[in-house]
Nanobody, 121 residues
Framework: QVQLVESGGGSVQAGGSLRLSCAAS????????MGWFRQAPGKEREFVAS??????YYADSVKGRFTISRDNAKNTVYLQMNSLKPEDTAVYYC????????????????WGQGTQVTVSS
């Protein structure tokens, strides 16, 4: 079992930045692909970014603005979000999956509880 706890959400004006963190516990963190998904009101949850032994992946909508990284010594994954737009407003979920976590792939095995990000214009 893997437990995931997100932090770092909040409210920011368009053009601003936020950094989300996700602390993981329960299993060997380095063996897991980690990712971020988001769900806006009235929309389906969507892939944002992932990081694993095969590399980093990003949704087209966040490429060049968001950066995913991980610190295996701290069992933590981060999402640095720059140049935020109102359409980035959503609940952001951390996710973990053994091996890989690819856009359009199967759902990850583990989810965090989510953290709200609100971007005002």
């Amino acid at each position: 079992q893997v437990q995931l706890v997100e932090s770092g959400g909040g409210s920011v004006q368009a053009g601003g930045s936020l950094r989300l963190s996700c602390a993981a516990s329960g299993r060997t963190f380095s063996n897991y692909a980690m990712g971020w998904f988001r769900q806006a009101p009235g929309k389906e949850r969507e892939f944002v970014a992932s990081i694993s032994w095969i590399g980093r992946y990003y949704a087209d909508s966040v490429k060049g603005r968001f950066t995913i990284s991980r610190d295996n010594a701290k069992n933590t994954v981060y999402l640095q979000m720059n140049s935020l737009k109102p359409e980035d407003t959503a609940v952001y979920y951390c996710a973990a999956n053994p091996g890989t976590l690819l856009p359009g792939g199967s759902d990850p095995n583990y989810w965090g509880q989510g953290t709200q990000v609100t971007v005002s214009s």
